[in-house]
């Protein structure tokens, strides 16, 4: 079994920031890819930052000079620091763990709200 938590989200203002950060535990030796995913109101899932084990990361384009993903400093941590925040970036985000090509691991979601 794995556990998967997200913290940091909450209420910012427009072209402020925030710190996500992602905690994975239980049963993992290790982990090919952690990322995160998020869901505005009325959209699907969408992609917003991916880091692999040897370092690759890949955004999606709107996130793109904005947000920054990377390994934590603990053991099995991933952080996402979102800078120039706007609405359109309000959603609730989602912290995903893949031990493998098959066993896949999600988060139960923190909020970000960003309002004036």
């Known amino acids: 079994q794995v556990q998967v938590a997200e913290s940091g989200g909450g209420l910012v203002q427009p072209g402020g920031s925030l710190r996500l950060s992602c905690a994975a535990s239980g049963r993992i030796s290790s982990i090919n890819v952690m990322g995160w995913y998020r869901q505005a109101p009325g959209k699907e899932r969408e992609l917003v930052a991916v880091?692999?084990?040897?370092?690759?990361?890949n955004y999606a384009d709107s996130m793109k000079g904005r947000f920054t993903i990377s390994r934590g400093s603990a053991k099995n941590t991933v952080d996402l620091q979102m800078n120039r925040l706007n609405p359109e970036d309000t959603a609730v985000y989602y912290c995903n763990v893949k031990i493998t090509t098959i066993l896949n691991y999600w988060g139960k979601g923190t909020l970000v709200t960003v309002s004036s």
């Open positions: 880091i692999s084990s040897g370092g690759a990361t």
